[in-house]
């Protein structure tokens, strides 16, 4: 094995595992966060707020609507930037 081998599965590991930890600390569905990711990476364009209304495992009320999606918004696109951009 090379470096850009052992660092592309370290990345992948550490990619994996911020995954998780965002599902279990926003509880959202991995299912659907994986659909939202996949979209980027095949079209290379951030998700928009509209996109993300079926992430939460919760009902989100209605006054809190808002701030709910452009927090998940905001950390989605932390997220891309991070493990798909930054590199």
Excluded: H
Aim: charged share 30%; net charge negative.
């Amino acid at each position: 094995m090379n470096v850009a081998q052992v660092f592309a599965e370290f990345w992948d590991a550490e990619k994996e595992q911020a995954y998780q930890y965002l599902c279990e600390q926003e509880n959202l569905k991995p299912d659907v966060l994986k659909k939202v990711l996949d979209n980027y990476e095949f079209t290379q364009r951030l998700p928009r707020q509209e996109e993300l209304t079926d992430l939460p495992n919760f009902k989100v009320k209605l006054f809190e609507r808002e701030n709910v999606f452009s927090a998940l918004l905001a950390k989605t696109r932390q997220f891309i930037e991070k493990f798909y951009t930054g590199l």
